[in-house]
């Protein structure tokens, strides 16, 4: 840790929380640096205002052609890239 200190790699956290760190030993013999953030998912602000999913947001428009055409688009280059479908089509 004081090589890493005096390299300006890492510095000194002023945060109210941490996370516990080590270093693992590789089949080379480098270290690795390892960081368990678990105990932060308990004091994370969970965002109040999330991103919608596309298919709700259509939804929302209404049964426009404009609207449904573009959603149909959008699916259909989802679906060629995953190799299925983002929604069920009614």
Known sequence: LKELLEADHIRPSKAPY?????????????????????????????????????????????????????FEKATTKCASRRGMSQRQRA
Not at 32 to 42: E, G, P, S, T
Not at 43 to 58: G, Q, R, S, W
């Open 18 to 70: 941490g996370a516990p760190m080590l270093f693992q030993k590789k089949k080379d013999g480098l270290l690795r640096l390892c960081i368990d953030y678990q105990a932060l998912n308990k004091v994370t602000i969970k965002n109040k205002y999330p991103i919608p999913l596309i298919a709700d947001l259509f939804d929302q428009l209404g049964p426009s052609t404009l609207s449904r055409w573009i």
